[in-house]
């Protein structure tokens, strides 16, 4: 259940609260990430520039958000622009989407603060633009006391390079403090990653139907409930996240032990029939 205190009900459309109402309140997902595919697709379908498609999934970024805020729901985690992204895409779109993060952060500030959004970011952001790079600590500090939900933009980010990050930093930790390296646990590792400040998504959603984890959070999606849409990014809404939620509460998430139903087992009856046969 979430706190009270970031729910605002009221401001979901119609469709959404119907929706809302069908969700068992005491399993709600604290995180959710999502791998927003298909806008080139989008733009593609319509004879549009992919260009215009970006434009179309940014306006799904703010409208999702808004929606996640509604509900309460603590932690957003959005793949804006991976490493591959950087490297591969030609430069004309690469700096398409950095002109167009920019201008998002700077025309949507205000309703981020309506919404009592906080905006942060993963991934080597230091390797981007110096003045995106101002514009992102802009943001993040402008909306940093926000208590709502937090948007999490992964921006030129792999989920290989964060754990090569991770473990530099924590070898370094090593030679620093002289420690010995059998001691190392789970817990050292998640302590370095560029989410040590967040719980693992309990849900990663994937739009546009690919069935592909595209290196997004690879250390933290472990035990993570993966729901695929064929709906393409431009045309994701709040009410689609909804959906998405109630299809991860019909799930039993089971850890690597067993499910509710699965019977005890009857040590004594086992004993028995084993020794029977
Ligand atoms: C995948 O579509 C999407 C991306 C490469 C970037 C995601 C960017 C946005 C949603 C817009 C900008 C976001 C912010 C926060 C301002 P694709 O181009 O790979 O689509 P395709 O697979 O159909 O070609």
Redesign the pocket.
């Known amino acids: 259940m979430y706190p009270s205190g970031t729910l605002r009900i009221h401001e979901l459309t119609a469709e959404e609260r119907a929706t809302y109402a069908t969700l068992k309140p005491d399993r709600l997902p604290e995180h959710v990430a999502i791998i ?7 733009a ?1 379908h319509r004879s549009l520039k ?1 260009f215009l ?2 434009q179309q ?2 306006k ?2 703010q409208l999702v958000t808004e929606t996640a805020s509604r509900i309460g729901l603590p932690w957003l985690t ?5 490493l591959e ?1 950087n490297l591969r895409r030609p430069r004309a779109e690469v700096n398409f ?1 950095m002109r ?2 920019k201008s ?1 952060l700077e025309s949507n500030l205000q309703r981020m603060m309506d919404n009592n959004v906080r905006i942060r970011y993963i991934g080597r952001t230091h390797e981007l633009p110096p003045e995106v790079q101002d514009k992102m600590a802009w943001a993040a500090e402008a909306t940093a006391l926000n208590t709502g939900t937090t948007l999490t ?1 992964a921006l030129n980010y792999g989920g290989r390079s964060e754990m090569v990050d991770a473990f530099r930093r924590l070898a370094t930790e090593i030679k620093l403090k002289h420690l010995n390296p059998e001691r190392i646990t789970e817990e050292d590792i998640h302590r370095h990653l560029y989410t040590a400040h967040m719980p693992d998504p309990d849900l990663l959603i994937r739009t ?1 139907g690919e069935m592909r984890l595209s290196n997004y959070l690879l250390w933290q999606i472990a035990y993570t409930e993966i729901f695929v849409t064929e709906r ?2 431009p045309d994701f809404r709040g009410i689609h996240l909804l959906e998405a939620i109630a299809d991860f509460q019909r799930r039993e998430r089971r850890y690597g032990g067993l499910g509710e139903g699965s019977g005890e087992v009857d040590e004594e009856a086992e004993r028995i029939k084993i020794a029977a046969s």
């Open positions: 927003m595919d298909g806008n080139g697709r989008w593609g992919r498609g970006h999934g940014a799904s970024v959005l793949y804006a622009f991976s992204n989407l167009l993060l998002y933009l546009s393409l990014w």
